[in-house]
C-alpha cells in the first residue's frame, strides 16, 4: 500500500485538545531556555525508548513525548515509502520519529552547523548499518524549500522559531512541496491558518500548554 493510500481522508477529523503545562512548550518555541545536558527519547518505531543527547542551545526545546505520539498516532505508525522533510530540525525529534516508523526518505534542514553535526552523530550511533536514508543539511529552511522540487514530498514537518514569525512564510514553502492529500504539520504558540489558495485543509489539531500544534491536508 502507498503512503498516499494509507493517508487519512480530506474530510477533517475531531479536533484533539491534548493539555499540557506552558513548560512542555515544543521545538524552539516561547522563551528561550539554556539546559544543561538533555534527551530526545523516541517513542515508537523500530528506535523506540532510544534515548537521543540534545545540544545546549538557547531556545532550543525538543518536541515533547507526549505531542509526538499524538501526532504519529495521528498518521499511523507505519511511514513506509513516505517522503519526509523536518524544515526546522533542531533535535531531529520529528524527522527521527518518522525515521523510526520507516519512511524511505528523511531530509531534516538546520541552519547551525554544530546542530547538524549532532544530528548526524546521533543518525549513525542508530543506524549502525547505514539501512535508513536520513540526509541533514545545513541550510536556511525556507530558502531550501523555494529551491526543492514541487509535489516532492509526502510529510512536512514544521517547528520553526517561534520568535521570528516564520509561520507563514513557512506554509506557503512548504505547501508547494506537496503531493496531492500530502500533509503538513505545524507547532506555533497560537493556531495559524493558512491562505485558502494554499489548499490547506485542517484534519488534525491539539494543544500542550503554550503550543498549538495542528495537521494540514493537501486538497488537489
Given at each position: 500500500m502507498t503512503a498516499q493510500e494509507r493517508r487519512p481522508s480530506g474530510a477533517r477529523g475531531k479536533a484533539s485538545q491534548d493539555q499540557k503545562s506552558p513548560g512542555g512548550a515544543s521545538g524552539r518555541s516561547a522563551a528561550p531556555a539554556v539546559r544543561g545536558s538533555s534527551e530526545v527519547r523516541?517513542?515508537?518505531?523500530?528506535?523506540?525508548?532510544?534515548?537521543?543527547?540534545?545540544?545546549?542551545?538557547?531556545?532550543?526545546?525538543?518536541?515533547?513525548?507526549?505531542?509526538?505520539?499524538?501526532?504519529?498516532?495521528?498518521?499511523?505508525?507505519?511511514?513506509?515509502?513516505?517522503?519526509?522533510?523536518?524544515?526546522?530540525?533542531?533535535?531531529?525529534?520529528?524527522?527521527?520519529?518518522?525515521?523510526?516508523?520507516?519512511?524511505?526518505?528523511?531530509?531534516?534542514l538546520e541552519r547551525d552547523p554544530s546542530l547538524a553535526a549532532q544530528l548526524r552523530a546521533n543518525h549513525q550511533r542508530l543506524d549502525k548499518d547505514g539501512t535508513v536514508p536520513m540526509r541533514v543539511e545545513v541550510a536556511d529552511a525556507l530558502a531550501?524549500?523555494?529551491?526543492?522540487?514541487?509535489?516532492?514530498?509526502?510529510?512536512?514537518?514544521?517547528?520553526?522559531?517561534?520568535?521570528?514569525?516564520?509561520?507563514?512564510?513557512a506554509l506557503r514553502a512548504a505547501s508547494r512541496l506537496l503531493?496531492?492529500?500530502?500533509?503538513l504539520y505545524l507547532e506555533s504558540p497560537a493556531p495559524v491558518e493558512p491562505p485558502a489558495e494554499l489548499g490547506l485543509?485542517?484534519?488534525?489539531?491539539?494543544?500542550?500548554?503554550?503550543?498549538h500544534y495542528r495537521l494540514f491536508q493537501r486538497i488537489g
Open positions: 523516541i517513542v515508537g518505531g523500530a528506535w523506540k525508548r532510544s534515548k537521543l543527547p540534545v545540544a545546549n542551545k538557547p531556545g532550543l526545546r525538543p518536541t515533547p513525548d507526549r505531542v509526538r505520539e499524538t501526532l504519529f498516532n495521528w498518521l499511523g505508525q507505519d511511514l513506509a515509502g513516505w517522503r519526509v522533510l523536518d524544515a526546522f530540525a533542531g533535535s531531529g525529534a520529528l524527522g527521527f520519529e518518522a525515521a523510526s516508523r520507516g519512511a524511505a526518505q528523511v531530509t531534516l531550501w524549500m523555494g529551491r526543492a522540487a514541487p509535489a516532492s514530498l509526502d510529510l512536512v514537518l514544521l517547528d520553526p522559531p517561534f520568535a521570528q514569525d516564520l509561520f507563514q512564510a503531493v496531492p492529500n500530502g500533509l485543509s485542517l484534519w488534525r489539531e491539539g494543544r500542550a500548554g503554550a503550543v
